[in-house]
């Protein structure tokens, strides 16, 4: 089985734009979660979905960030007026469900805000 | 809120020399606790964990980590180091949470 698979591995954008990064999960995992790794800093924690709803979006630095899932599977993390402060590596993870179950980890996304 | 506090940034060694990175955790609660690795170029990969039990828990390629609940730790070891080990290393706490809160990493280089 495939495991977590993140598109695109590299996104360079300009300040003000908008970009979309996406997320597919192992299938069958109900969780899923989406962490943002800054130079020289663990993964912090910006959202996670448990099934089609989003249970805690408390890491979401500010509303230019918002993100889906619509069908319960492949999800959207989505970045309005990119600003350089958001050039970072953005990670999804999934797990079976919510509770206390090992996440697993795609490559992440690269994305660089000129 | 909960935090997790990895001592050493980096950590230069040679073949065969024996590894501890230290890993302290402020909750006060029930945790979970994972040491998560990063091989250059690679995703982030579950080395250990530890949920309850016994506080000596065993991982893959050799690793162990012991979970103190007095200390607030849970250090990761290996008795001796291969050049193949050269990774980045993330301490992980989840309580009561899904998230994961992750220290800041350690970067181990061996020297062959």
């Known amino acids: 089985g495939a495991g977590v698979s993140q598109t695109p591995s590299n996104k360079v954008t300009e300040k003000g734009k908008y970009v979309e990064l996406r997320c597919d999960p192992i299938s069958g995992h109900t969780a899923l979660y989406w962490y943002r790794q800054s130079l020289g800093q663990g993964p912090e924690f910006l959202i996670y979905?448990?099934?089609?709803?989003?249970?805690?979006d408390s890491g979401l630095p500010n509303d230019r960030f918002f993100a889906v899932r619509p069908e319960g599977s492949v999800s959207t993390l989505k970045i309005q007026r990119t600003e350089r402060g958001d050039s970072a590596v953005y990670l999804c993870?999934?797990?079976?469900?919510?509770?206390?179950?090992?996440?697993?980890f795609g490559p992440g996304t690269r994305l660089t805000v000129l | 809120a909960q935090s997790v506090s990895q001592h050493n940034h980096h950590v230069i060694l040679s073949e065969a020399a024996s590894l501890e990175l230290g890993c302290n955790y402020s909750?006060?609660?029930?945790?979970?606790l994972f040491w998560y690795v990063q091989y250059p170029g690679q995703h982030l990969q579950l080395l250990l964990k530890y949920f309850s039990g016994d506080p000596l828990v065993k991982g893959i390629k050799g690793f162990e980590a012991e979970f103190i609940k007095s200390k607030f730790s849970f250090n990761l070891r290996k008795p001796s180091v291969q050049w193949s080990d050269t990774a980045e290393y993330f301490c992980a706490v989840n309580s009561g949470y899904s998230t994961l809160t992750f220290g800041k990493g350690t970067m181990l280089l061996v020297s062959p």
């Open positions: 979905f448990q099934g089609t709803g989003a249970a805690d």
């Open positions: 993870a999934s797990s079976w469900d919510s509770s206390y179950n090992e996440q697993f």
């Open positions: 909750y006060g609660g029930t945790v979970n």
